[in-house]
């Protein structure tokens, strides 16, 4: 079966430190990829997203994702983070012609300490 | 509305209790889709409609969930006699097109926290 693996659980960083969330996926057809943040008390809203063309996809609030196909990976990154990213972040993927529905990974924590 | 919502927000149920969550996609929205997400986990897929067709059910866990869009619109997720395990955040999404490829995006409402004691 289809799944989704996001390496940490729970990452703490200070505010202007670096950020890189893990994701790979196990399925080896074509995929739509998904970076989906849950700010506390909100709603799930979409951070990035990958279809096809240039694997490096830029986001919302400075955030980008690189999509490398031979490890099957997804990796979110972002140069300095600020108190206001604190927020789970969920990786998905979407299976080509299987319905559009997203396969999710467990989810990851970020708390940026001021 | 601009947005996905769902009622209630929160609903406690005993056990064996019949419980319904309702889903109000974005106007115009063809696709809706429900997940549940229990706690510290992912979203999980649980069923898919086009407009009033129930495309993919196969992530139910069981008979006892059941879920409708009669009018391709609003949607229903019934659950029957609840159990302990159901216990979760239920999210309701909708998206603009059929998604035979999965290119558009989903919007998620705020989700139903059902608690069964």
């Known amino acids: 079966a289809q799944s989704v693996s996001q390496h940490n659980h729970h990452v703490i960083l200070s505010e202007a430190a670096s950020l890189e969330l893990g994701c790979n996926y196990s399925?080896?057809?074509?995929?739509?990829l998904f970076w989906y943040v849950q700010y506390p008390g909100q709603h799930l809203q979409l951070l990035l997203k990958?279809?096809?063309?240039?694997?490096l996809v830029k986001g919302i609030k400075g955030f980008e994702a690189e999509f490398i196909k031979s490890k099957f990976s997804f990796n979110l990154r972002k140069p300095s983070v600020q108190w206001s990213d604190t927020a789970e972040y969920f990786c998905?993927?979407?299976?080509?012609?299987?319905?559009?529905?997203?396969?999710f990974g467990q989810g990851t924590e970020l708390s940026v300490k001021p | 509305g601009a947005g996905v919502s769902q009622s209630p927000r929160y609903k406690v149920a005993k056990r064996g209790q019949d419980v319904a969550l309702r889903c109000d996609p974005i106007?115009?929205?063809?696709?809706l889709f429900w997940y549940q997400q229990a706690l510290g986990q992912g979203p999980e897929f649980l069923t898919y409609?086009?407009?009033?067709?129930?495309?993919?059910k196969s992530g139910l866990p069981s008979d006892r969930f059941f879920a409708e869009r009669p009018e391709g619109s609003v949607s229903t997720l019934k659950i029957q006699r609840t159990q302990q395990e159901d216990s979760a955040v239920y999210l309701c999404?909708?998206?603009?097109?059929?998604?035979?490829?999965?290119?558009?995006?989903?919007?998620f409402g705020p989700g139903t926290r059902l608690t069964v004691t």
């Open positions: 990958y279809f096809s063309g240039d694997p």
């Open positions: 106007s115009g929205h063809v696709s």
């Open positions: 999404a909708s998206s603009s097109l059929g998604l035979a490829g999965g290119t558009v995006e989903q919007y």
């Open positions: 399925y080896g057809g074509t995929v739509n």
């Open positions: 409609f086009q407009n009033e067709a129930q495309l993919d």
């Open positions: 998905a993927v979407i299976v080509y012609n299987q319905g559009g529905k997203l396969i």
